[in-house]
């Protein structure tokens, strides 16, 4: 061992290891930060979906498949339709509303929507703001949805093509997209109410599994007949 110079102290075992150590405590703190960043939004994604595809079964399983998987005339308008096998208010409270992607019978896309507001996107990836109209009433039905998982495709929902809405009442509302946009989420002016109109206004994150802007499309009641 070396000897303590005159006039400095003398060094013990652990004085080279102790940074050493800090430097790979503070390594093994932020792989495990890292890998709860990552697991978080994986595990609530997998608990989302789970509660999607329960609440579609459910849907479905009470005969409120109107639309669903149904082939699609880009020539024809479909109109409100009330399936003889649905039962109305069958599937539980929480299920608000069945939309359906009809222009992308290709994917299949259908959800059901919870009724509530932000945060219930924590628990379901579709959501119904509650403060805005009822499928089929005048003013702008504003229905949000997270992307992932079951959404990758849907930035092919274009100007023109439409959307069904079918409510607790097994009534299907037929809305024809007039808008899109992809916008920075301060940007996002599409929500505020529209007096006087039959609108619906859908709102989803882009690109697929990230958060930078928001894709919003803009369509209006085309069957039935608004006021009918």
């Known amino acids: 061992m070396e000897a ?4 400095n102290p003398p060094r013990g075992r652990g004085g080279r290891r102790w940074p050493s150590r800090l430097m790979m405590l503070v390594g093994a703190g932020l792989v495990v930060t890292g890998i709860v960043v990552i697991l978080v939004p994986i ?37 409100a339709s009330t399936a003889a096998s649905c039962k109305p208010n069958s599937a539980p409270a929480e299920d608000y509303a069945l939309v359906s992607f009809v222009s992308l ?34 003013g702008n039905v504003i229905i949000a949805f997270h992307r992932e998982p079951h959404y990758e495709h849907i930035d092919q929902l274009a100007t ?4 069904a809405v079918q409510d607790r009442n097994c009534t299907t509302w037929t809305y024809r997209i007039t808008g899109r946009w992809t916008l920075n989420p301060t940007s996002v002016s599409q929500l505020d109410d529209t ?19 928001r894709i919003v499309w803009r369509a209006t009641l085309v069957q039935p007949q608004p006021g009918v």
């Open 160 to 163: 023109g093509g439409t959307v």
């Open 43 to 79: 595990v609530s994604t997998y608990l989302r979906g789970g509660a999607d595809d329960k609440a579609l079964q459910e849907w479905r399983s009470g005969g409120s498949n109107a639309l669903v998987g149904a082939p699609h005339d880009p020539d024809a308008v479909p109109g």
């Open 195 to 213: 007096p006087g109109q039959y609108n619906l206004t859908l709102i989803t994150c882009t690109p697929w599994w990230q958060d930078y802007n």
């Open 4 to 7: 303590a110079r005159p006039g």
């Open 105 to 138: 019978p290709q994917y299949g896309y259908a959800g059901v929507a919870g009724n509530g507001d932000w945060n219930t996107l924590h628990e379901r990836s579709m959501v119904h703001y509650k403060t805005s109209p009822a499928p089929g009433q005048k």
